[in-house]
């Protein structure tokens, strides 16, 4: 199965995972008794097996960083830990050549009881590094940790991103062939969180990367290729942009699907609303810029709402409006006709009228619209208010934090201050 240059390959690798403990005649029968074929297709199989990884295979060649996503429970884990040799493949073939160093639980070979100091022999040990290789890279790893101050107390008095810190100090330098890293480049302040980044960086260039992450910005900017897995399978693996573009997607559908099956396609019960009725809003609607039904977008997307109304008593100039606002109720914008100086047509009993936002810049959350229809912009006497009476979410890639993505760009100027 080995061939040249390759450092990581999965055949056909299956893990299985039995929920119940072991007894004698438990495993005595499994001997006898047919469960789940060693395919992992588990005709006839008993709940308590459960099928983590099936027919697996992929190979990464040295000097790769290879991204693995997808949703929780797919399987990620499972695979660094095979990889770690930490559990072996139910079926299936792996081979794995040089030392590999692991970034997934961070200090979990410390004792609370002993001191930094003490704890950097125990855990640098622990990871395969002799006392020699340890007192020779001593120096680098508590300049790396900031924790010189504190060497000599005992973990236990640690806080969480100190204990965090030292973990990731020793880890980084075990200079492992192929280092393993699960969501660990957010530990600590944000200084030390920078460091860790410019680090990580620094070791790609003599490492083989396994890295998991639900940070798909990061994925696409440091890794080489990126591995989509679901339900335990691989979905798809090649350039990350291509990967994660299709992975967003996906994601973008499944919840569409799921907020049909549990959201009514009209206004929600329970909204606030308010007005005199001439005119009525019965439902509120986001579609796409295909006019197609949806409620989750990604950034940028053109985001189309519909408002639907009937007409029951006469009316004088009216205008509708829209506010977005965030999860915690801030509004992040909003707008009315009136403000657009947009004459309204409306039809004799009902109609509906649409707003669109082109290339919607925010950020990943989730967002509710209130509407309302009003006469010559008298918002205090409103026909009809519904608050919160529709909700959207937005995925991304983009790093930025915030609600709206702004065009930047970072120069150094080179002037005094």
């Not at 390959?9 to 469960?35: E, I, M």
């Not at 959207?392 to 790093?399: A, K, M, Q």
């Given at each position: 199965?080995?061939?040249?240059?390759?450092?990581?390959?999965?055949?056909?690798?299956?893990?299985?995972?039995?929920?119940?403990?072991?007894?004698?005649?438990?495993?005595?029968?499994?001997?006898?008794?047919?469960?789940?074929?060693?395919?992992?297709?588990?005709?006839?199989?008993?709940?308590?097996?459960?099928?983590?990884?099936?027919?697996?295979?992929?190979?990464?060649?040295?000097?790769?960083?290879?991204?693995?996503?997808?949703?929780?429970?797919?399987?990620?884990?499972?695979?660094?830990?095979?990889?770690?040799?930490?559990?072996?493949?139910?079926?299936?073939?792996?081979?794995?050549?040089?030392?590999?160093?692991?970034?997934?639980?961070?200090g979990a070979g410390f004792n609370q009881d002993l001191t930094g100091r003490?704890?950097?022999?125990?855990?640098?040990?622990?990871?395969?590094?002799?006392?020699?290789?340890?007192?020779?890279?001593?120096?680098?790893?508590?300049?790396?940790?900031?924790?010189?101050?504190?060497?000599?107390?005992?973990?236990?008095?640690?806080?969480?991103?100190?204990?965090?810190?030292?973990?990731?100090?020793?880890?980084?330098?075990?200079?492992?062939?192929?280092?393993?890293?699960?969501?660990?480049?957010?530990?600590?302040?944000?200084a030390f969180q920078r460091q860790c980044y410019e680090k990580f960086q620094?070791?790609?260039?003599?490492?083989?990367?396994?890295?998991?992450?639900?940070?798909?910005?990061?994925?696409?900017?440091?890794?080489?290729?990126?591995?989509?897995?679901?339900?335990?399978?691989?979905?798809?693996?090649?350039?990350?942009?291509?990967?994660?573009?299709?992975?967003?997607?996906?994601?973008?559908?499944?919840?569409?699907?799921?907020?049909?099956?549990?959201?009514?396609?009209?206004?929600?019960?329970?909204?606030?609303?308010?007005?005199?009725?001439?005119?009525?809003?019965?439902?509120?609607?986001?579609?796409?810029?295909?006019?197609?039904?949806?409620?989750?977008?990604?950034?940028?997307?053109?985001?189309?709402?519909?408002?639907?109304?009937?007409?029951?008593?006469?009316?004088?100039?009216?205008?509708?409006?829209?506010?977005?606002?965030?999860?915690?109720?801030?509004?992040?914008?909003?707008?009315?006709?009136?403000?657009?100086?947009?004459?309204?047509?409306?039809?004799?009993?009902?109609?509906?009228?649409?707003?669109?936002?082109?290339?919607?810049?925010?950020?990943?959350?989730?967002?509710?619209?209130?509407?309302?229809?009003?006469?010559?912009?008298?918002?205090?006497a409103p026909y009809d208010v519904r608050e919160f009476v529709q909700h959207?979410?937005?995925?991304?890639?983009?790093?930025?934090?915030?609600?709206?993505?702004?065009?930047?760009?970072?120069?150094?100027?080179?002037?005094?201050?």
């Open positions: 199965m080995r061939s040249s240059g390759m450092v990581i390959q999965f055949d056909d690798v299956s893990k299985c995972y039995n929920g119940l403990p072991p007894t004698l005649l438990r495993t005595f029968s499994r001997f006898f008794t047919p469960s789940i074929d060693s395919a992992g297709n588990g005709s006839g199989g008993k709940q308590s097996e459960f099928w983590a990884i099936r027919h697996l295979s992929f190979e990464v060649e040295h000097g790769e960083t290879l991204g693995i996503i997808g949703s929780n429970g797919a399987g990620k884990s499972t695979i660094l830990k095979l990889i770690a040799g930490i559990t072996a493949p139910t079926t299936g073939r792996l081979a794995v050549e040089g030392r590999v160093g692991s970034l997934i639980e961070l003490e704890n950097i022999y125990l855990n640098a040990a622990v990871l395969g590094l002799t006392r020699r290789e340890i007192e020779q890279r001593f120096d680098r790893i508590v300049a790396f940790s900031g924790l010189k101050d504190f060497l000599d107390t005992p973990v236990k008095y640690y806080s969480s991103g100190m204990y965090a810190r030292l973990g990731f100090a020793i880890a980084v330098h075990v200079e492992a062939d192929i280092l393993l890293t699960d969501e660990i480049l957010a530990v600590g302040d944000a620094d070791l790609k260039t003599s490492t083989t990367i396994v890295l998991v992450s639900h940070d798909l910005a990061r994925v696409k900017e440091i890794c080489t290729r990126v591995l989509w897995i679901n339900e335990g399978c691989l979905e798809r693996i090649g350039k990350p942009n291509e990967v994660v573009d299709a992975y967003l997607e996906f994601v973008r559908l499944e919840r569409e699907q799921k907020l049909k099956g549990i959201r009514p396609l009209g206004p929600e019960p329970g909204v606030r609303r308010w007005g005199s009725g001439e005119i009525e809003i019965v439902k509120v609607t986001t579609h796409d810029a295909h006019g197609q039904p949806r409620t989750v977008f990604r950034t940028c997307e053109d985001l189309i709402v519909r408002i639907c109304y009937q007409v029951h008593r006469p009316f004088r100039d009216p205008g509708f409006g829209v506010k977005i606002h965030a999860a915690d109720g801030t509004c992040i914008h909003a707008t009315n006709t009136f403000m657009r100086a947009t004459r309204v047509a409306i039809n004799a009993e009902a109609g509906s009228i649409e707003v669109r936002y082109s290339k919607l810049p925010l950020l990943a959350g989730q967002y509710w619209l209130t509407v309302g229809v009003a006469s010559e912009n008298n918002w205090s959207f979410e937005i995925v991304t890639t983009h790093p930025n934090v915030g609600f709206i993505v702004l065009d930047h760009e970072w120069s150094v100027t080179g002037y005094a201050c």
